[in-house]
Every structure is written in C-alpha cells, then in structure tokens.
Antibody, heavy 120, light 107 residues
C-alpha cells in the first residue's frame, strides 16, 4: 500500500525558515517523480515544486522560486521541502504527492498534509 | 500558462440525481492531459479521471469524463451520499500542471 506521511509543519514568523519532510513507503521511491502541492485555508490547490526520481531536474512555481528548495533522499525514501523567507501567503496545508507513471504531472497518491502557518 | 475555469461554483443536488461539472481551458490542452480530482472535507484529493476520460484505479463507473481541446466535463450519473465533495480539474501537460478553482457538489 502506498503511504506518504508529511511532517515538519507548524507556526513560524514571517521571514523565518521551515523544513518539511515526507516519508514514503509501499512503492519503489526512486522510480517516481515527487511533488509538493499546497492548499491555503478554504482555497484551491496550487502546485509548488517537483523533483525527478534521480534528482536530475527540479521545478518551482513562480510564487516560491528562489525561496523554496526541493530535495530527496532515495536511500531513506524521503522527500523534503526547505522553505526560507516565509511569507503570510505561504500559509497552507502542504501535501506530498506522487506522480503517476502515466504522466509526470499527474498526481496519483497524496499524503494527508502538513500545516504551515506563517504569522507574527 | 493554461488557465482552467470550472463551472458552476456550487452545484446543489439530491442523492440519485445526475451531476454535470464543466472545466474550460484558456487554450487547447495538449494530448487531452486533463484530470479530475475529488476532495472531501478534511481529506486529501483523490484522482478520479485522467486523459479526460479514463477512470483511475478503483473509481466507480458512475464517474465519467469527456471532452477535448478546451472543453471538458465530469459526469456523476447517480449521486451517492459519499459523492458530495469538491471536484477539481487539472491540466497536466507541459510545462507545468495547473488546477481549476473547484466545483462544490452539495446536498
């Protein structure tokens, strides 16, 4: 069974940093592109960042480019999101998401999310 | 970037009724790379439909997708109580995927 479990969220002041983690199990982790997708309270879904299975390529939404860094540790079946210079508008539930083998931007499994609140 | 516009914003129906949700793209979606997700309160989204009309694993056949180019539709043939949720469309072609704003299906 595919499982994605996020951790590391919390309350942080504007301008500070936070690192999210995602523990993956139930599939061959390094075979899959992985993503972070976020959802602000009461709002829709926003793709944040993605990384290829071998870390050869990464991508970021314009809203986070230069502030967030995605990475992975295939030996530990883990995905990370380093978030720097956080802003109140980054407040959201952050989902760890697996890309389908059908297409690399099609999301077939989602974690339950980790809540990040940016407030003074 | 392709912008997806979903309509209506809210759909008020009863169990057993048919639901028709629309997703319109600002430009043609290449390869019909259009997906639909369902999100229930307090839960993560779940993939329902991909390639505009293919059901994901385990999705009941009362869910169907259709359309091509810029106009796509999700149809729920007979609403079950567990189908009341928010539905998002997503185009997953290059260079990056984008989501619609969602349609809420409520009782």
């Amino acid at each position: 069974e595919v499982q994605l479990v996020e951790s590391g969220g919390g309350l942080v002041q504007p301008g500070r940093s936070l690192r999210l983690s995602c523990a993956a199990s139930g599939f061959i982790f390094n075979d899959y592109t992985m993503y972070w997708v976020r959802q602000a309270p009461g709002k829709g879904l926003e793709w944040v960042s993605g990384i290829r299975g071998d870390s050869s390529d990464t991508a970021y939404a314009d809203s986070v480019k230069g502030r967030f860094t995605i990475s992975r540790d295939n030996a530990k079946n883990s995905l990370f999101l380093q978030m720097n210079s956080l802003r109140p508008e980054d407040t959201a539930l952050y989902y760890c998401v697996r890309a389908s083998r059908v297409a690399i931007r099609l999301f077939d499994y989602w974690g339950q999310g980790s809540l990040v609140t940016v407030s003074s | 970037e392709i912008v997806l516009t979903q309509s209506p914003g809210t759909l008020s129906l009863s169990p057993g009724e048919r639901a028709t949700l629309s997703c319109r793209a600002s430009q043609s979606v290449s390869g019909n790379y259009l997906a639909w997700y369902q999100q229930k309160p307090g839960q993560a989204p779940r993939l329902l439909i991909y390639g505009a009309s293919s059901r994901a694993t385990g999705i009941p056949d009362r869910f169907s997708g259709s359309g091509s180019g810029t106009d796509f539709t999700l149809t729920i043939s007979r609403l079950e109580p567990e189908d009341f949720a928010i539905y998002y469309c997503q185009q997953y072609g290059p260079p990056r995927g984008t989501f619609g704003q969602g349609t809420k299906v409520e009782i």
